[in-house]
């Protein structure tokens, strides 16, 4: 009788001490699996999509979304174009309107259109395809006006494609390549198709509108001045911009071609850097306006 019940007891030891390992591997395991869905790779950085026509200059729609990443949570601001820069969906200044949480490797959460109210929020969701390209879909649109697109692939930015004349014009420290007129200069120069990125966002933040195009002309007094080229439809706008570091110190409209109408405005620079503006009209020009450059700004005559 007393070895049955020695038996007895050290079976029932046993399964105790069992059942206390098992539920210890459950909790291990439970433990390792939140730990794999909560570590990711790093989000943060700046992402970007086009879609362009064919060879087309100007993209018909630009997507740029720029991630900081905290822990298991992250902020980002997206700025979006459409129209061929029609529609701007974008702010100046720093707004994160895109927040979201880290979930399953993916990230999940909320956004606000630029053009509506920040109260007014749609859902995303963010999946990673590789190392350098993520997905955006837009799972719940907010009401109202958005131009952010549905769905899109989105490479980061330091692995998007430059052209070489972009590569040419952000790798010159000085430049100069007066004397230059309107009237031949697609003929003579060509423009990045894609600016440096600080100058698209002080071009955008100065006049807000879209640096669809960049060329460098000429340096003096250690500022850079460049020609910037807008483009919407049949109209294109051309501004004359001067440049210290990674800021526009002063800027002017200087040609202004339209569709619809046979005037257009001009210009020309001289070698000693003087800038005459033209009302054209076929084959004939109308000196409207001269102006002088120095220490970065452009003087009227």
Same mark, same amino acid.
């Given at each position: 009788?007393?070895?049955?019940?020695?038996?007895?007891?050290?079976?029932?030891?046993?399964?105790?001490?069992? =059942?206390?390992?098992?539920?210890?591997?459950?909790?291990?395991?439970?433990? %390792?699996?939140?730990?794999?869905?909560? +570590?990711?790779?790093?989000?943060?950085?700046?992402?970007?999509?086009?879609?362009? =026509?064919?060879?087309?200059?100007?993209?018909?729609?630009?997507?740029?979304?720029?991630? +900081?990443?905290?822990?298991?949570?992250?902020?980002?601001?997206?700025?979006?174009?459409?129209?061929? *820069? *029609?529609?701007?969906?974008?702010?100046?200044?720093?707004?994160?309107?895109?927040? *979201?949480?880290?979930?399953?490797?993916?990230?999940?959460?909320?956004?606000?259109?630029?053009?509506?109210?920040?109260?007014?929020?749609?859902?995303?969701?963010?999946?990673?395809?590789?190392?350098?390209?993520?997905?955006?879909?837009?799972?719940?649109?907010? /009401?109202?006006?958005?131009?952010?697109?549905?769905?899109? %692939?989105? %490479? /980061?930015?330091?692995?998007?494609?430059?052209?070489?004349?972009?590569? =040419?014009?952000?790798?010159?420290?000085?430049?100069?390549?007066?004397?230059?007129?309107?009237?031949?200069?697609? #003929?003579?120069?060509?423009?990045?198709?894609?600016?440096?990125?600080?100058?698209?966002?002080?071009?955008?933040? /100065?006049?807000?509108?879209?640096?669809?195009?960049?060329?460098?002309?000429? #340096?003096?007094?250690?500022?850079?001045?460049?020609?910037?080229?807008? +483009?919407?439809?049949?109209?294109?706008? +051309?501004?004359?911009?001067?440049?210290?570091?990674?800021?526009?110190?002063?800027?002017?409209?200087?040609?202004? #071609?339209? *569709?619809?109408?046979?005037?257009?405005?001009?210009? #020309?620079?001289?070698?000693?850097?003087?800038?005459?503006?033209?009302?054209?009209?076929?084959?004939?020009?109308?000196?409207?306006?001269?102006?002088?450059?120095?220490?970065?700004?452009?003087?009227?005559?």
């Amino acid at each position: 009788m007393r070895f049955l019940i020695l038996s007895f007891l050290l079976i029932l030891s046993c399964k105790e001490n069992n =059942a206390k390992a098992t539920d210890k591997e459950v909790a291990l395991t439970a433990h %390792v699996e939140n730990k794999n869905e909560t +570590v990711k790779d790093n989000w943060s950085g700046e992402w970007i999509f086009e879609k362009k =026509a064919g060879n087309a200059d100007v993209p018909e729609e630009q997507f740029t979304l720029t991630i +900081v990443q905290e822990g298991n949570h992250i902020k980002a601001q997206y700025c979006a174009i459409a129209n061929n *820069g *029609g529609k701007i969906d974008c702010e100046n200044g720093e707004n994160y309107n895109v927040t *979201g949480n880290i979930q399953n490797g993916k990230v999940v959460g909320e956004f606000f259109s630029f053009f509506g109210s920040a109260s007014n929020k749609g859902k995303f969701e963010i999946s990673s395809i590789d190392d350098n390209k993520i997905q955006w879909k837009v799972t719940g649109a907010p /009401k109202g006006t958005f131009y952010a697109p549905d769905d899109c %692939v989105l %490479v /980061k930015k330091d692995n998007s494609p430059v052209s070489q004349s972009s590569v =040419a014009v952000s790798s010159n420290k000085s430049a100069n390549l007066l004397p230059i007129d309107y009237k031949n200069l697609e #003929s003579r120069q060509k423009f990045a198709d894609q600016p440096e990125e600080w100058l698209q966002k002080a071009f955008l933040q /100065k006049f807000d509108l879209t640096a669809d195009g960049s060329l460098k002309i000429f #340096s003096k007094d250690n500022f850079d001045v460049y020609l910037i080229k807008n +483009v919407g439809g049949d109209s294109e706008l +051309v501004y004359l911009v001067s440049t210290k570091g990674n800021n526009i110190v002063n800027g002017m409209n200087i040609a202004d #071609s339209n *569709g619809d109408s046979e005037t257009t405005k001009t210009f #020309s620079i001289d070698e000693k850097t003087n800038i005459s503006i033209f009302d054209d009209t076929g084959s004939k020009r109308k000196l409207i306006a001269r102006y002088s450059f120095s220490q970065g700004q452009f003087n009227k005559k």
